[in-house]
C-alpha cells in the first residue's frame, strides 16, 4: 500500500524559503516518476514540478526560478524548496505520484506565508 | 498553458439523484496518434489524500464505483454521478496531462 506523507513548518516568513519533505512508503521514490502539487484560495491546484526515478526534474515555468525538488533515496524521501515566498504561496503543498497524471497523493501540509 | 474550465462551480443533489460536472479545455487534449484523451478527474475530500478517479477521460481506477462515469473527448468533458450517496460529498477537479498539467478550478458537489 503505498502511502505519502508531507511535513513541514506551517509558517514561513515573507522572503524566506519554504522547505517541505514527503516521505514514502510501500514504494520506492527511486522507481516512480513524483510531484509537488499546491492548493491555494486564489488559484485552485497547481501543478510544482516533477522528479524522476533518476532524478531528471521538470518544473512548471512558473515556478521554475524558484523551486528545486530533490531525492533522498536513503531515506525514501523527496523534498519540495519554494524560495523567497510571499502571501500568494501560503496553500496546501501535496506529494503525489506521477509526472503528470497522479495516482497517489499525501494528505497534504498547510502552509502559512506571513509575518 | 491549457486552461481546464469547469461547470458549475457548486451543485446541490439529492440522494440517489444524478450530479452531471463539466470541464472544457481551451485547446484539444486529444492525442490524434493514440487516440487518446489526457483528461483525468480527481475527488478531494477533507482530511483525506486526493483521490484519482478517472483517467484517459473515461477509465475507472481500479476500486472506484462504476456510478462515476467520465465522456466526452477533445475539449468537452463530463463527470457523471448516479445514485448520488453521502459519501460522495467532496470537490471534484478535471486535469489535463497533454501539456503541463492543469486543473480546473472545481466543482463543490453537496446534497440536497
Known amino acids: 500500500q503505498v502511502k505519502l506523507q508531507e511535513s513541514g513548518p506551517g509558517l514561513v516568513k515573507p522572503s524566506e524559503t519554504l522547505s517541505l519533505i514527503c516521505t514514502v512508503s510501500?514504494?520506492?521514490?527511486?522507481?516512480?516518476?513524483w510531484s509537488w502539487i499546491r492548493r491555494s484560495p486564489g488559484e485552485g491546484l497547481e501543478w510544482l514540478g516533477s522528479?524522476?526515478?533518476?532524478?531528471?526534474?521538470k518544473y512548471n515555468p512558473s515556478f521554475e526560478s524558484r523551486v528545486t525538488i530533490s531525492p533522498d533515496t536513503t531515506k525514501n524521501q523527496l523534498s519540495l524548496k519554494l524560495m523567497s515566498v510571499t502571501t500568494a504561496d501560503t496553500a496546501i503543498y501535496y506529494c503525489?505520484?506521477?509526472?503528470?497524471?497522479?495516482?497517489?497523493w499525501g494528505q497534504g501540509s498547510r502552509v502559512l506565508v506571513s509575518s | 498553458d491549457i486552461v481546464m474550465t469547469q461547470s458549475p462551480d457548486s451543485l446541490a443533489v439529492s440522494l440517489g439523484e444524478r450530479a452531471t460536472i463539466n470541464c472544457k479545455s481551451s485547446q484539444s487534449v486529444l492525442y490524434t496518434s493514440n487516440n487518446k484523451n489526457y483528461l483525468a478527474w480527481y475527488q478531494l475530500k477533507p482530511q483525506e489524500p486526493p483521490r484519482l478517479l478517472i483517467y484517459w477521460a473515461s477509465t475507472r481506477v481500479s476500486g472506484v464505483p462504476d456510478r462515476f462515469r467520465g465522456s466526452g473527448s477533445g475539449t468537452d468533458f463530463t463527470l457523471t454521478i448516479t445514485n448520488v450517496q453521502a459519501d460522495d460529498v467532496a470537490v471534484y477537479y478535471c486535469q489535463q496531462y497533454h501539456r503541463t498539467p492543469t486543473f480546473g478550478q472545481g466543482t463543490r458537489l453537496e446534497i440536497k
Open positions: 503525489a505520484r506521477g509526472l503528470d497524471l497522479f495516482e497517489y
Open positions: 510501500g514504494a520506492s521514490v527511486s522507481d516512480f516518476y
Open positions: 522528479i524522476s526515478n533518476t532524478g531528471n526534474t
